[in-house]
Nanobody, 124 residues
Framework: QVQLAESGGGLVQAGDSLRLSCAIS????????VAWFRQAPGKEREFVACNFRNTNTYYADSVKGRFTISRGAGKNSVDLLMDTLKPEDTAVYYC??????????????????WGQGTQVTVSS
């Protein structure tokens, strides 16, 4: 059974850094895409970053150069390090896993398993 659980959200100021962690069980990383999505109030859920089958990483243009997705120290987690945070980064952040193909990793429909989400609020 695949389970995902996010942690690490909170309230920070613009320019600060924050690390989110997604604890994952029930998957083999080489066979799955693990991604972070986010959803701001009144907006659609959007792609943030992806660890694709533990080979390459991919980012949304809006976070490239500021966010880093990586395997956690314990290896059964995927972290999202967010630097130089902006108020527009405020959202609920979700971790997702699925047997997505590369061309679909930015599409939330490609993921079959989701965490409950963690709130990130960036004040100006």
């Amino acid at each position: 059974q695949v389970q995902l659980a996010e942690s690490g959200g909170g309230l920070v100021q613009a320019g600060d850094s924050l690390r989110l962690s997604c604890a994952i069980s029930g998957i083999t990383f080489s066979g799955y895409a693990v991604a972070w999505f986010r959803q701001a109030p009144g907006k659609e859920r959007e792609f943030v970053a992806c660890n694709f089958r533990n080979t390459n990483t991919y980012y949304a243009d809006s976070v490239k150069g500021r966010f880093t997705i990586s395997r956690g120290a314990g290896k059964n987690s995927v972290d999202l390090l967010m630097d130089t945070l902006k108020p527009e980064d405020t959202a609920v952040y979700y971790c997702a896993a699925g047997r997505a193909i590369l061309s679909s990793i930015r599409n939330s429909n490609a993921y079959t398993h989701w965490g409950q989400g963690t709130q990130v609020t960036v004040s100006s």
